[in-house]
């Protein structure tokens, strides 16, 4: 079956910080990736993604390679924010028909301090 | 636009009593999925929706979990009887079709005395 494994938090940075969320999976097939965001008091949100192997998913900042050799999702940012303190979550979900479930790691909490 | 909203936002039960979630998913999304978030984990798939049918409710814990979606938009999980151990946070989430990028509301935190 379908699993993500994701780095054990709490994360704690100072901001302007590097930061990186190292995730892996195991699953059948193609599947795609996806890193999901939860502020505090506020529900998940995607923040990217990527479909297929060496394709790069970005937003606000953050950017995430899909590694197929490693079967890794490593999650980066030059330089963090107070704001960017949140839960991030790693997922896939399997390509083909039928595929829609998610599966999701454990979250990782990252706090950044002033 | 509006995204998906849920309510109530919290609920607080005793064990053994009954409890209904509502999901409004974004409008036109045809597709629709319950997930299950306990403390300190990721969510978990609970049922998929694909229209009026559960296409999947294979993620249902049990038999005392039930979910309906009678006219295609509008959801509601239902849980009967409820147990501690079903405290958690019940998140729902929509998307265009069934292969496209799920949008996931607030959630529902459900606290079972």
């Known amino acids: 079956g379908n699993s993500v494994t994701q780095m054990e938090g709490p994360v704690t940075l100072s901001e302007e910080a590097f930061l990186t969320i190292n995730c892996t999976y195991t699953a059948t097939g193609y599947p795609s990736l996806f890193w999901y965001v939860q502020y505090p008091g506020e529900g998940l949100q995607l923040l990217l993604k990527?479909?297929?192997?060496?394709d790069k998913g970005s937003n606000k900042g953050f950017e995430a390679t899909y590694r197929k050799e490693t079967t890794s999702f490593l999650l980066e940012k030059g330089s963090v924010q107070v704001s960017d303190s949140a839960v991030y979550f790693c997922?896939?979900?399997?390509?083909?028909?039928?595929?829609?479930?998610?599966?999701f790691g454990k979250g990782t909490k990252l706090s950044v301090i002033p | 636009g509006a995204g998906v909203s849920q309510t109530p936002s919290n609920k607080v039960t005793e064990k053994g009593k009954y409890v209904e979630l509502r999901c409004d998913p974004i409008s036109g999304h045809t597709a629709l999925y319950w997930y299950r978030q306990s403390l300190g984990q990721g969510p978990e798939f609970l049922i998929y929706f694909q229209g009026t049918g559960a296409a999947d409710d294979s993620g249902l814990p049990n038999d005392r979990f039930f979910a309906v979606r009678p006219e295609g938009s509008v959801s509601t999980l239902k849980i009967q009887r409820t147990e501690r151990g079903d405290s958690a946070v019940y998140l729902c989430a929509s998307s265009p079709y069934e292969k496209e990028t799920q949008y996931f509301g607030p959630g529902t935190r459900l606290l079972v005395l």
């Open positions: 997922a896939l979900k399997n390509s083909g028909a039928g595929s829609y479930q998610l599966t």
């Open positions: 990527a479909t297929k192997a060496d």
